[in-house]
């Protein structure tokens, strides 16, 4: 560990269970790195991420954006070109492009959407889209008729969350700059849905913890309501 961060350990007590608005001063304060780093949420889940109807996919809009701008990119047929581009896709791709991705495995984009009669074409280029957690998914809102619209929403601050292998989910909430009202309401939204998602299956304690952190910060642990 790092003399820098240890000195900021210093100012977080590791037995203190923090307010979410103790636990976002501290995170900025903490936050000594020279670029405007990110704030994350870390939750620990009483799920049993072994079991296909207790995994958690789902997505939250976040009312103040994350801070950061995903690029997009847009499946869509001709008739749906100009609808995708004003809505602000980064990249507008028809069936030649899904050929090209599918021969030479070059991925521009961070984020896939497609309208629902591009899918069966897109498959081909699952084996290339798949592993990276690429291949719009009705489930976490990248496949609709109304493709400006999930464009307009994922640009606005519309995130996907799913949990790992040791049912932890991670997200992102926003930046140090941001001022702690903001941060507040978009970790409110992320709780809000990630509890939306809990699956019927799961038993006991759904939320055991929560945690909040800059890029290259320490931990603060948040008080469970």
Known sequence: MSKRMKDLKTQVNKDTVYSVAEAIELVKKTSTVKFDASVEVHVKLGIDPKKTDQQIRATVVMPNGTGK???VAAFVSPNDEKD???????????????KKIKDTGKIEFEIAVSTPEMMPKLAVAAR??????????????TVDKNIKKIIEEIKKGKAAFKNDDGSNVHQVIGKVSFDAK?????????LEALRKAKPQSSKGTYIKGIFL??????SVKVVVE
Not at 92 to 98: T, W
Not at 133 to 139: A, E
Not at 182 to 190: D, I, T
């Open 84 to 98: 995708a581009k004003e809505a602000g896709a980064d990249f507008v791709y028809g069936e030649e492009d899904i």
């Open 128 to 141: 290339v889209l798949g592993p990276k957690g690429l291949m719009p998914n009705p489930k976490t809102g």
């Open 182 to 190: 903001k941060l507040e309401e978009n970790l409110v939204a992320f």
């Open 213 to 218: 952190t800059s890029s290259m910060g320490p």
């Open 69 to 71: 701008t995903k690029t």
